[in-house]
């Protein structure tokens, strides 16, 4: 009888473990978070990318315009959830995280997170050229028991592709949208409107209380707009003046704004409630 001699086992190399460790960063070997291949439809994304399926409930927050105060938005609902992660999309270049957090928790090659008071904050750490570059996120360090997304890129640009932002952005059960209370902000509103017609929105508009709003601001309000205030779905978030001028940092946020984040999140978690008694 032949015996064979088994040869000498191949060396693992530098690259083949540093993949290994990503797709562990990924969850792609956790329980219950096996990713999903998911086929690319837009032009310039890779072939197929890997889908995100976490355990917690996500809500995206949407800014209808650069400047438009969703970062601390995103923040702010997290703190009105508890135990919540905010995970910041944008590029590192454009990150409104770098400051909010009041201890640093170590950072992947792909993410660093942050933590204040009960909330986890996750920000990219390397500059991304658009919405299908996003990193997958990470397995939260703790149990969570919501993950708001900080949606940054432009809307129609992120709607149009298949990245696994873009599909739990079309399949939140609730979007927020985030503008100012001006008539390009108000504009850019029934934009996003339009975009997200088959969805439900609640929309935050960051600026003095309407009442105050300047003449005519109110007489720019579109016809999807004006149906979503006739719903109770348009919630005034009043400017601070010192969180305007220093922008978000480790400080506590103001009063009116957890008050104005906490309705929006009623509202999103009352979606998502009525969602799973018709499902």
Request: charged share 20%.
């Given at each position: ?29 956790r ?48 703190t ?94 609730t ?25 439900e ?26 149906e ?52």
């Open positions: 009888m032949t015996t064979t001699t088994p040869g000498p086992r191949r060396a693992v190399s530098t690259d083949e473990l540093k993949r290994a460790w990503l797709a562990v960063q990924a969850g792609q070997f329980r219950g978070g096996h990713p999903r291949r998911v086929t690319s439809r837009a032009a310039g994304t890779s072939t197929s990318e890997v889908g995100w399926e976490p355990a917690e409930p996500v809500l995206p927050v949407i800014g209808c315009h650069g400047g438009a105060g969703a970062t601390t938005v995103a923040v702010a609902v997290a009105a959830a508890g135990a919540a992660r905010v995970i910041e999309c944008a590029t590192a270049t454009a990150s409104g995280l770098a400051a909010a957090a009041t201890a640093e928790l170590g950072h992947t090659s792909s993410w660093s997170e942050g933590r204040r008071d009960r909330v986890l904050l996750e920000r990219i750490t390397a500059n991304v050229a658009g919405p299908q570059d996003v990193p997958l996120p990470t397995a939260p360090t703790r149990p969570v028991g919501l993950s708001v997304l900080d949606v940054s890129w432009e809307l129609s640009e992120l709607l149009a592709g298949s990245s696994w932002l873009a599909e739990q952005v079309r399949r939140a059960a979007v927020i949208a985030v503008t100012s209370a001006t008539v390009p902000g108000l504009r850019r509103l029934e934009g996003a409107l339009a975009l997200l017609q088959s969805m929105v609640v929309a935050g508009v960051v600026g003095p209380r309407r009442a105050r709003w300047p003449r005519g601001i109110a007489a720019t309000l579109g016809p999807r707009t004006r979503l205030d006739l719903r109770g779905r348009l919630v005034e978030i009043p400017t601070d003046p010192g969180l305007a001028a220093r922008g978000l940092d480790s400080q506590p946020l103001p009063p009116a704004l957890l008050s104005a984040a906490a309705t929006l999140l009623r509202l999103a978690q009352a979606d998502t409630h009525e969602k799973d008694l018709t499902s």
